[in-house]
């Protein structure tokens, strides 16, 4: 029975020490920073956008002599593109996730409110990608688009691609209650994120409607779309697993403090998350 309570006790004590040590202790993260894209915004825009650059080529077309008979089939054509356009910015999702690839270090603070300083971040890019599509195997075109088409007795073509680029920092103070195989996680910081997409355009089309084709992409506002934002977080976090390595997740919801963005205005959504694994020591 001595025995039996003297083995209970230095389980207990053991445990205890254990889950002391690593409340105290730090850790790396590995997985994806997952901010959110507030379009709310910028689908407001689309329609506008849209139908600046139909009229400029509905303009542009008018030039050309067209018959009548074709003009109406292609006023129906736009008039139903830009319906198409309002019905579709409808029903999309105001908020857009963003997967980067990153992670983050936690330097253990064994005092009585915060348990540690974490810094994590993530970054993506077009070129990170289409590396990690071809991994999968996935290939991503390059250009993205490169279509040809009929215009009356020419020809035109349309070559179109993007150069992307995104990146998220973070710090934070976090308290972490620890129950040996599962841990939750409190916390409060500060974000940076930022992105920018640099769309390219090359139009080969007949020269009587040149311009107005250029005009059509001019109302696009294609140079627009950037945004960055400072702001201010809280965590709520999960830990799963041994101390050693553990599964990690947590929600972070997020107050802008300050924001700059282009014509599309795009902004930063009110929640990301870090997802991956923690190894603790």
């Known amino acids: 029975m001595t025995q039996r309570l003297v083995r209970m006790t230095l389980t207990v004590a053991g445990a205890l020490v254990l889950s002391a040590v690593t409340v105290a202790a730090g850790g ?3 997985g994806l920073p997952v901010p959110t894209l507030d379009l709310e915004a910028s689908l407001a825009k689309v329609p506008i956008a849209v139908g600046d650059a139909l009229d400029a080529l509905e303009a542009a077309i008018a030039g050309l002599g067209v018959p009548p008979s074709e003009w109406t ?3 129906a054509a736009f008039d139903d593109a830009l319906a198409g356009i309002e019905a579709f910015t409808a029903t999309f999702p105001p908020w857009v996730p963003i997967p980067l690839i990153g992670g983050g270090v936690e330097i253990g603070l064994p005092l009585v409110v915060v348990d540690g300083l974490r810094v994590s971040g993530g970054v993506i ?3 990170l990608a289409r590396s990690i599509a071809a991994w999968g195997g996935l290939e991503i075109p390059r250009p993205l688009i490169d279509v040809e088409f009929d215009i009356g007795e020419e020809t ?8 992307l680029s995104a990146w998220m920092v973070s710090t934070e103070l976090v ?6 195989l599962f841990a939750i996680t409190l916390g409060a910081g500060l974000d940076l994120i930022g992105a920018e997409i640099i769309p390219s355009v090359v139009v080969d089309v007949p020269e009587a ?6 005009d059509a992409l001019a109302a696009l506002h294609l140079d627009g779309l950037s945004w960055s934002s400072f702001a201010t977080h809280a965590t709520l976090g999960f830990e799963m697993g041994p101390p ?4 990690y997740g947590d929600v972070r919801w997020t107050i802008p403090v300050s924001a700059s963005a282009g014509w599309w205005e795009l902004r930063t959504g009110p929640v990301s998350a870090l997802l991956g694994f923690v190894i603790r020591f």
């Open 156 to 163: 035109g073509a349309v070559i179109g691609d993007l150069d």
């Open 28 to 30: 790396i993260f590995f």
């Open 73 to 75: 089939e292609i006023e």
């Open 125 to 127: 890019s077009d070129e």
């Open 209 to 214: 409607i040149e311009a107005g084709v250029n």
């Open 175 to 180: 308290k972490r209650f620890d129950l040996f």
């Open 244 to 247: 050693f390595l553990r599964l």
